[in-house]
């Protein structure tokens, strides 16, 4: 014989109630904010309270699944000292890096543009003069960079070949088309 529809009797585990359970079946895409709620519930009613360790950093005893397994037991040593591998404080100083060539660059533009506004406002007689100066200035900044990013690439292969994680390698600058993309990015230098 079979049970009529609704009549079931459901056998509910946890701190919800029946009620809270039909409406979370309801509505399945809305289990994040009901979760919030027991969880919410049970700090109210005070089951976080006088807990073991509170207020202490878990001392997560994790294994990393990327750390060579010759070298877990000295990764461990210095992660008690206190010290990361010399790979991590390469990634922070080239990744720095990065972000620093590129603002090299946003701000040599910013400064292109103003300065060749002074000369456009600027005395007739020193017109021409100004222009190759800028138009050199440029060049030689240009070639001064090509330079500062060919350092940097010696630092991302560096880098790339102590860093035992793949999946963060830095991928190489494409010197001259860098330099050739944001030169084409620059104010125009009229050459004369």
């Not at 979370?24 to 089951?47: D, L």
């Not at 040593?77 to 790979?87: D, E, L, N, R």
């Not at 010696?154 to 390698?169: D, G, T, W």
């Amino acid at each position: 014989m079979a049970k009529p529809k609704g009549k079931e009797k459901k056998t509910i585990k946890g701190p919800i109630t029946e009620a809270e359970f039909n409406q979370i079946k309801k509505a399945p895409r809305q289990t994040a904010s009901w979760v919030e709620a027991i969880i919410t519930r049970a700090m109210n009613e005070g089951k976080f309270d006088n807990l073991k360790n509170e207020g202490k950093p878990l001392d997560i005893e994790e294994e990393n699944p990327y750390a060579d397994p010759d070298m877990r037991l000295a990764y461990r040593i210095m992660s008690q000292a206190g010290t990361a591998p010399a790979w991590v404080d390469m990634e922070k100083e080239v990744s720095h890096e990065i972000e620093q060539a590129k603002r090299d660059r946003a701000n040599h533009r910013l400064w292109l543009n103003r300065r060749l506004a002074q000369i456009k406002e600027g005395q007739y007689q020193t017109f021409l003069r100004d222009l190759r100066r800028l138009a050199d200035f440029h060049d030689n900044w240009l070639i001064q960079h090509a330079e500062k990013l060919r350092q940097l690439n010696e630092k991302i292969h560096n880098f790339n070949h102590a860093c035992p994680v793949p999946q963060i390698h830095k991928v190489l600058i494409m010197v001259d088309q860098t330099i050739a993309e944001f030169d084409k990015t620059c104010p125009g230098i009229p050459r004369v």
